[in-house]
C-alpha cells in the first residue's frame, strides 16, 4: 500500500515496468497522482484546471487493457499535464487571459490527441503568463506559480506550471510550449529535462493563433531523458496539414557516433551570466570529455545582434495580428499588451519582411556551423530563478539586464529552428538547480538525446526531490 502511494515519485519507464508486471496498476497510480497534487498544488499553483472524474475513469480503461495485455503505447497509463495554451477539446484553453476564460475548444490540438490515444491519462492543465510572452509564470486569472525548490522564487516560463508539477511530482511528464526558452530555461529552473524539438518534428493542428511566427514548438518535460524521448516518440511524425513536419521527419537521419566536436559558449556578446551557473555549466561540459568527445570552448560562431531588435518586434506584431482576427480577445487583455499589439501594429511591413530575411540567413549559417560542430553546449539560463512576482532579475552578475537578460541562450535556437535539450548539470550554493543546454544541427534531436542520456548516466539527477 505505501508503494502505491509513492508512486507519484516514479518515472514513466518504471511506470510502465509496473503495469506490465502487475505491480502497479495505472488506477494506483492516478490515485497517488491527485492525493500528491491536493499536497502540493496550494503551495506551487501549477495546475488551474483539473479533470479528477474523467482522469480516474481513463485510468480504469488503462488498468483493464494491462490485465487484457494490450496497453497502447509505453505512455498508456502514465499521468500527464497539458500546458495551459494547448487545445483540449474537455477543459478551456485560457491562455493565462481575462480576455480567453471562456474560451472552449471543439477538439484536441494534434500533440494532445496523440498523447490521448497513446493512453497517457491527462491529470489538468498547468498555469502560464497571459499569452505565453514572460519567463516568469503569473496572470490575473490565476495567480502565481512558485518554484517547487523555494517558494519565494519562479520556476520560470512561460511553462512554470508544467515545471513546477513535475518537479513537486504531481506527474512525471507535462506537454508544454517552447516559443524563445519556455520549455528549456523552466527546465533548468526546477531540475527537468527539457526538449525543444526542432521546427516541424512535432507536427502541429488545431491549436491557438501564432504569435511567434514558427519559433514556438511543443515539446516535452520530464525527470529523466528517458521519459522526455519516449514522449517525444509519441508526439513526433508528419501531418498533412503541417508542411513542416515532412521537412523534419526528412532531415532524421542515423545518430552521429562518438567521437563527437563540441563547442561550449560560455557566454554570448560578453553578456553577464551568473557565477554559479558559469562554475556548474563548465564543469558539466567537460562531462562529455569523458564520454569520449572533443569538447573546445570559445565564441558563438554566428551573429545574432539582430536579435534584439527582431525579438520583440515578431511579438509585438503577432499580438497586433491576434487582437486584429480576433477582436473578442483584446477586451479583458491586460494594458501591457494592449500597449505592445498597439506598437506592433505600426510596424511596417517592411520591417517585417526584414526581420523574415534575417531569420533565413540565420537559418542557413546555422548549416555551415553544423558542418565544423555536431553540437553547441551553453547555460539553459543566464541567471537563477528570481522572486516569483517579477517578471525578470533587473541584475545578473552584478549588471543591470533587460528583460530578455536571462534568456539568452535559447531564442535564438527558437528562430534558428534547432532542436535543444535542456539537462540538469548541477545546483547552487542555495540549492537551486541549474541546466546546461546542448544545441544541434535541424532534424538532430535524436543525437542530443542519445548525448543526454549518456550525460545523465555519469550526472543523475532524478531521485533528487524538493522539501515540499
Known amino acids: 500500500m505505501e508503494e502505491q502511494k509513492q508512486s507519484w515519485r516514479l518515472s514513466a519507464s518504471k511506470l510502465w515496468q509496473s503495469f506490465s508486471s502487475g505491480t502497479l496498476t495505472p488506477r494506483a497510480v492516478a490515485e497517488a497522482c491527485l492525493a500528491r497534487l491536493d499536497a502540493v498544488n496550494p503551495r506551487i499553483n501549477a495546475v488551474i484546471a483539473r479533470r479528477d472524474e474523467s482522469f480516474l475513469n481513463e485510468a480504469d480503461a488503462a488498468t483493464e487493457r494491462y490485465r487484457a495485455g494490450k496497453p497502447l503505447s509505453l505512455l498508456d497509463g502514465v499521468p500527464v499535464s497539458i500546458k495551459d495554451n494547448l487545445a483540449t477539446a474537455d477543459q478551456p484553453a485560457t491562455w493565462g487571459s481575462p480576455a480567453l476564460r471562456a474560451y472552449r475548444p471543439a477538439h484536441d490540438e494534434l500533440p494532445a490527441a496523440r498523447l490521448r490515444a497513446a493512453g497517457a491519462l491527462i491529470i489538468g492543465k498547468t498555469n502560464l503568463p497571459e499569452f505565453a510572452l514572460e519567463g516568469y509564470t503569473d496572470n490575473r486569472l490565476f495567480g502565481v506559480t512558485r518554484n517547487p525548490w523555494d517558494l519565494a522564487l519562479t520556476p520560470g516560463g512561460s511553462s512554470g506550471g508544467a515545471v513546477a508539477g513535475v518537479a513537486a511530482g504531481v506527474t512525471p511528464l507535462a506537454l508544454a510550449t517552447d516559443g524563445g526558452g519556455s520549455i528549456r530555461r523552466p527546465a533548468s529552473h526546477c531540475g527537468l529535462v527539457g526538449l525543444k524539438p526542432s521546427i516541424g518534428a512535432v507536427a502541429r493542428a488545431g491549436g491557438l493563433p501564432s504569435l511567434l511566427l514558427d519559433f514556438e514548438v511543443v515539446g516535452p518535460l520530464a525527470r529523466t531523458v528517458a521519459d522526455a524521448r519516449t514522449m517525444f516518440d509519441i508526439l513526433r511524425g508528419p501531418q498533412a496539414t503541417d508542411w513542416r513536419s515532412f521537412a523534419a521527419s526528412g532531415a532524421r537521419g542515423a545518430p552521429t557516433q562518438p567521437p563527437l566536436r563540441m563547442l561550449y559558449i560560455p557566454t554570448i556578446a560578453g553578456a553577464p551570466v551568473d557565477p554559479e551557473i558559469a562554475d556548474s555549466c563548465a564543469s558539466a561540459a567537460k562531462v562529455f570529455e569523458t564520454l569520449g568527445h572533443t569538447v573546445d570552448e570559445g565564441e558563438m560562431p554566428l551573429s545574432l545582434d539582430f ?51 534575417d531569420i533565413e540567413r540565420l537559418r542557413s549559417e546555422c548549416a555551415a556551423v553544423f558542418g565544423t560542430y555536431h553540437v553547441l553546449v551553453t547555460p539553459a539560463a543566464a541567471a537563477l530563478p528570481w522572486p516569483a512576482h517579477e517578471a525578470y532579475p533587473p541584475t545578473i552578475a552584478g549588471q543591470a539586464v533587460g528583460p530578455r537578460g536571462h534568456a539568452i541562450f535559447t531564442g535564438w535556437v527558437n528562430a534558428a529552428g534547432l532542436p535543444g535539450l535542456a539537462v540538469p548539470a548541477g545546483v547552487s550554493s542555495t540549492g537551486l538547480p541549474i541546466g546546461i543546454q546542448l544545441i544541434g544541427a535541424y532534424g538532430a534531436d535524436d543525437l542530443l538525446l542519445n548525448l543526454g542520456e549518456a550525460y545523465e548516466a555519469i550526472a543523475p539527477w532524478a531521485n533528487r526531490w524538493p522539501e515540499l
Do not use: C, N
Open 307 to 357: 536579435m534584439t531588435e527582431t525579438w520583440p518586434l515578431v511579438g509585438q506584431i503577432g499580438l497586433a495580428r491576434l487582437f486584429e482576427g480576433h477582436s473578442e480577445w483584446r477586451d479583458g487583455a491586460a494594458p501591457k499588451y494592449l500597449d505592445m499589439a498597439e506598437t506592433g501594429a505600426k510596424h511596417a511591413a517592411s520591417r517585417l519582411w526584414r526581420a523574415l530575411e
